[in-house]
């Protein structure tokens, strides 16, 4: 019996230091909302084709094509542009130019672009993948242009014989587009 | 003398009762012959903007909102205090915020670990803090630190180019424990 006395004084003192190490611990909380506005967006760049004319800013959504002195006849035709002759009338330099439109947070299947010249040019004739280039901008010269890939585009201009000006330079700006 | 010892036995088994009965008195109670333990009060979280970072909205003790503006992948962030940085599959938006814990009735020694977790699992973003994911289960933010400090931390939200347009959400839980 007294076995038993000890055995239950020994449980009970178990049950106090259980009670001790059982208190549950301080705790208390906070919380931090946090809250965005996703905006789907777009983005342009030019590149340098590997048949094209070497583009200045390639990489960039600002890029340039300075074709050097150029004539109708005789002469150099800058590296990788092409010029086609159309005797006694005019000349058209062409090159390939790669355009990547790239998007994000958008569901959009597709992309325009349409290019429009920052100066109008009664003179001189301009192309964007065989579509005309204004000072207007009314047609789109992509309706359905892939996201993601760079996608080579040919950009041509047509000097007449007339053209006595000795300079030729304009910007074209193009606006691309989610469909 | 088998039933002396029963009552004996008895009495000891009721004595932890007694014991938790006694403890859950408020401590003016009249059970004076027991020790009066001063209870610390649990720790209170606080949660201010940062001098550099995005402006906190204040919602009540240990509650704060956090609105990061609009933000697109191609622009960034615009909100003063945010930065951004684009992955390439993902837009990354940075800002920095405080955190402070006090504990009332503690001594001044005492010190608190502070725990987070996020209350959502929306696949539309990640959230980290100090650069360590968060998740549903709680993870340690900061270990053993005073009563009464502040420490300042970095937010991140990652928004992958897959998410659609429009507006995300989430909270995150900070829970302080009193060390003993």
């Known amino acids: 019996m007294k076995n038993k006395l000890v055995l239950m004084t020994v449980i009970s003192a178990f049950g106090f230091a259980g009670i001790a190490y059982a208190t549950p611990p301080i705790t208390s909380g906070g919380t931090l909302?946090?809250?965005?506005?996703?905006?789907?967006?777009?983005?342009?760049?030019?590149?340098?084709?590997?048949?094209g004319f070497a583009v200045t800013g390639t990489g960039t959504a600002t890029a340039s094509?300075?074709?050097?002195?150029?004539?109708?006849?005789?002469?150099?035709?800058?590296?990788?542009?092409?010029?086609?002759?159309?005797?006694?009338?005019?000349?058209?330099l062409s090159t390939p130019i790669d355009v990547e439109v790239d998007l994000a947070n958008s569901s959009s299947p597709n992309y325009s672009l349409l290019g429009n010249l920052n100066a109008a040019d009664l003179v001189n004739t301009w192309t964007f993948n065989a579509i005309a280039v204004s000072a207007a901008g009314i047609t789109p010269q992509v309706t359905a242009g892939t996201y993601g890939t760079a996608t080579p585009y040919t950009l041509a201009v047509t000097i007449p014989a007339s053209n006595t000006s000795g300079t030729l330079s304009n910007t074209i700006n193009f606006t691309a587009s989610a469909n | 003398m088998n039933a002396q010892c029963r009552t004996l036995i008895s009495?000891?088994?009721?004595?932890?009762?007694?014991?938790?009965?006694?403890?859950?008195?408020?401590?003016?109670?009249?059970?004076?012959?027991?020790?009066?333990?001063?209870?610390?009060?649990?720790?209170?979280?606080?949660?201010?903007s940062a001098p550099t970072?995005?402006?906190?909205?204040?919602?009540?003790?240990?509650?704060?909102?956090?609105?990061?503006?609009k933000v697109s992948y191609f622009k960034g962030a615009t909100a003063?205090?945010?930065?951004?940085?684009?992955?390439?599959?993902?837009?990354?938006?940075?800002?920095?915020?405080?955190l402070r814990v006090d504990c009332p009735g503690s001594t001044p020694s005492s010190r608190v670990n502070v725990s987070m977790s996020r209350t959502d699992a929306a696949a539309t973003h990640d959230m980290a803090i100090d650069g360590i994911k968060l998740g549903t289960a709680p993870r340690p933010l900061a270990e053993s630190i005073p009563c009464g400090s502040s420490s300042e931390h970095r937010?991140?939200?990652?928004?992958?180019?897959?998410?659609?347009?429009?507006?995300i959400g989430s909270t995150v839980a900070f829970a302080a424990t009193l060390r003993k």
């Open chain 2, 80 to 98: 003063p205090g945010e930065s951004s940085k684009r992955t390439s599959g993902s837009l990354v938006i940075s800002t920095r915020f405080q």
């Open chain 2, 155 to 167: 937010l991140d939200v990652e928004v992958p180019v897959s998410t659609p347009t429009g507006p």
């Open chain 2, 11 to 48: 009495g000891w088994m009721l004595a932890p009762l007694l014991a938790i009965t006694a403890f859950g008195q408020p401590a003016g109670g009249s059970r004076s012959s027991l020790p009066v333990v001063p209870a610390s009060a649990a720790p209170t979280i606080t949660i201010l």
């Open chain 1, 65 to 92: 094509l300075p074709l050097g002195t150029v004539q109708m006849y005789g002469g150099t035709v800058p590296t990788n542009v092409t010029r086609t002759p159309n005797t006694n009338v005019s000349f058209t």
């Open chain 1, 33 to 51: 909302g946090v809250t965005a506005d996703i905006a789907g967006s777009i983005n342009l760049i030019f590149t340098t084709d590997a048949s």
């Open chain 2, 53 to 69: 970072g995005a402006m906190l909205r204040s919602e009540g003790p240990g509650n704060a909102a956090l609105d990061l503006g």
